[in-house]
């Protein structure tokens, strides 16, 4: 089992890092178009692909606000790993956000290419949502 | 010991790709300033920090043209892992470019942030500069 790993500082509150975790149209402006948020339970809609043909099902399944929010594929290509978690601490910079995409069961291609697009997500699209004020969700992530 | 991992698509050729991880100049576009280039055996200085106060030291261990880049950290904050390895292979939209540092005693703080840097460097700047002409080499990569 395998892991997919970051953590980047944002210059941001933590309760704005939060916010751009849970709310719709945040979530929609940094990584991909969402349906629906919540709480605890709810199952959220992402859509990709160029013309958001590639439904993702994401279970809420942890909320602490301001500090952890999980989520649990329950439909689409991430069905087989474990949570997703985004941890979230005070920085002297504003905040420190970890994340874990737990249990691959291999590093395979598909694994590596999550990780390298998780990068761009987290360094550029979310970091530049809260620090600029506009981020590049899909589909206008880069083609990798 | 755990790896980072990452896997990007180029709309550029395995040779273009290949000069990108060996010129002295197409590495300080993309990367860090690079001194020297050279043959394996050779030692090539990168100069990090807001002023370039910090000099990384990579030994090429391996050189196969237009497939294989290797390195090993021998000074600087990388000296506990492995090999730093990129792969290059030809894919239909260009190149497919896998890169590996092997060795890491634990997934711990540092190990997150230089995998999410790895992930910038490779989806924006070493991508851009290949497919656009221009990249965003330290120290202008995002402060996360």
Chains 1, 2 share one sequence.
């Not at 689409?76 to 970890?98: C, H, K, M, N, Y």
């Not at 970091?127 to 899909?138: A, I």
């Amino acid at each position: 089992m395998t892991d997919i790993l970051h953590r980047i500082v944002i210059e941001a509150s933590p309760e704005k890092v939060y916010d751009a975790l849970t709310n719709q149209a945040q979530l929609s402006a940094w990584w991909a178009r969402a349906e629906t948020e919540g709480k605890v339970g709810s199952i959220v809609s992402f859509f990709f692909g160029p013309n958001g043909e590639h439904q993702v099902e994401m279970e809420i399944t942890d909320l602490v606000p301001n500090e952890r929010v999980c989520w649990k594929c329950v439909g689409g290509p991430w069905v087989d790993t474990d949570a997703f978690q985004f941890t979230i601490q005070a920085d002297e910079r504003g905040s420190a956000l970890q994340f874990s995409n737990s249990g691959w069961a291999e590093a395979n291609e598909f694994f590596m290419h999550c990780n390298s697009k998780w990068g761009f997500f987290f360094t550029v699209s979310l970091k530049n949502l809260l620090e600029k004020g506009s981020g590049q969700p899909h589909p206008n992530d880069p083609n990798i």
